[in-house]
């Protein structure tokens, strides 16, 4: 599977945007999709990931702010990103978790190539 990203740029403190990951293929349940950030120096973390059935998970720095979702007939995850502040700053990695044979005995990992958001004050 490949994941293309793509929406990253640049925003003033305050202002949105939206990220964009498409799959090259259709991704079967069980699945978790989402982002995930690096910012300069520091450790890739979690952004934010919704499995397929819904089920959304959020860095608490985020909470409030940015709003991960899914349109599971195009195979594609969004993050919609609000209140951007500089410390959002990063480059942000979509990702998927596939469980194989419809369950997580097996699962496989995919990033995507990683679009750089820029968020000035």
């Known amino acids: 599977v490949q994941l293309q990203a793509s929406g990253g740029g640049w925003a003033q403190f305050g202002g949105s945007l939206r990220l964009s990951c498409a799959a090259s293929?259709?991704?079967?349940?069980?699945?978790?999709m989402g982002w995930y950030r690096q910012a300069p120096g520091k450790q890739r973390e979690l952004v934010a990931i919704?499995?397929?059935?819904?089920?959304?998970t959020y860095a608490d720095s985020v909470k409030g702010r940015f709003t991960v979702s899914r349109d599971n007939a195009k195979n594609t995850v969004y993050l919609q990103m609000n209140s951007l502040k500089p410390e959002d700053t990063a480059v942000y990695y979509c990702?998927?978790?596939?469980?194989?044979?419809?369950?997580?005995?097996?699962?496989?990992?995919?990033w995507g190539q990683g679009t750089l958001v820029t968020v000035s004050s």
């Open positions: 990702k998927a978790d596939l469980g194989l044979n419809g369950d997580w005995n097996k699962v496989e990992h995919y």
């Open positions: 293929r259709r991704i079967l349940p069980p699945n978790i």
């Open positions: 919704m499995a397929h059935a819904g089920t959304t």
